[in-house]
Each structure stands twice: as C-alpha cells, then as structure tokens.
Nanobody, 123 residues
Framework: QVQLVESGGQLVQAGGSLRLSCAGS????????VGWFRQAPGKEREFVAS????????SYVDSVKGRFTISRDNAKNTVYLQMNSLKAEDTAVYYC????????????????WGQGTQVTVSS
C-alpha cells in the first residue's frame, strides 16, 4: 500500500492561485497513477485530475481544463495540483488518490486515498 498526505489548502480570493501537494510514502511511488478529487458541501465527491506513472499523460474534468495543472516529482514522492483562476465553485475538500491500474480505474474507484485538505475560494 501507499500512504498519501495532502497539504496546501487554504482560503484564497476568487481569481487567485493555489498549489496543492500530495506526498506519498514508500519506495514504489512511481508505480501509481495519482489523481485529485474534491467534495463540496452537500455534493458528491467528483474526479478532478489524474497523472500517469511518469507524468507523461494527464486527464482533467471539463470544469477545470485550462485552469488546473497536475504534475508529479517522483524523486520527491509528490504530486501537485496547480490551481489558477480559482472560482467560488472550486471550494471543496480536495483529496488525492492512487491506483496502479490507470486513468480510468483511478477516476472510477481508486484503491488508496488521502485524508483531504480544505480549499475555500472567497468571492
């Protein structure tokens, strides 16, 4: 298994930027596709973005395309989510998740989860 710890969530003004980090444990971090999900108050958890083992491919939900960028540094066992042009509707608890199988499996039912970090976008 892999342990995941998110950080970087905070209060930010609409139109601003924020970078979230997901730190993974172990020596096999590069064996996992890693992604980000979010859950707003009163809403279901939704997929946001994912990245492949080496970072060569990525996938995004339509609502964040062009604004968010997912990246990874396997030497540091860390995946990042750079969020630009933030909107009030981006307010949510953001979770990172990992799965060795691929983008589709990760988006559908990831095997491993972090505990989340709160992002609040003020208007």
């Amino acid at each position: 298994q892999v342990q995941l710890v998110e950080s970087g969530g905070q209060l930010v003004q609409a139109g601003g930027s924020l970078r979230l980090s997901c730190a993974g444990s172990g020596r096999t971090f590069n064996s996992y596709y890693v992604g980000w999900f979010r859950q707003a108050p009163g809403k279901e958890r939704e997929f946001v973005a994912s990245i492949s083992l080496s970072g060569s491919t990525s996938s995004y939900v339509d609502s964040v395309k062009g604004r968010f960028t997912i990246s990874r540094d396997n030497a540091k066992n860390t995946v990042y989510l750079q969020m630009n042009s933030l909107k009030a509707e981006d307010t949510a608890v953001y979770y990172c998740a990992a799965d060795p199988r691929g983008h589709t499996a990760l988006a559908g039912n990831p095997r491993y989860w972090g505990q989340g970090t709160q992002v609040t976008v003020s208007s």
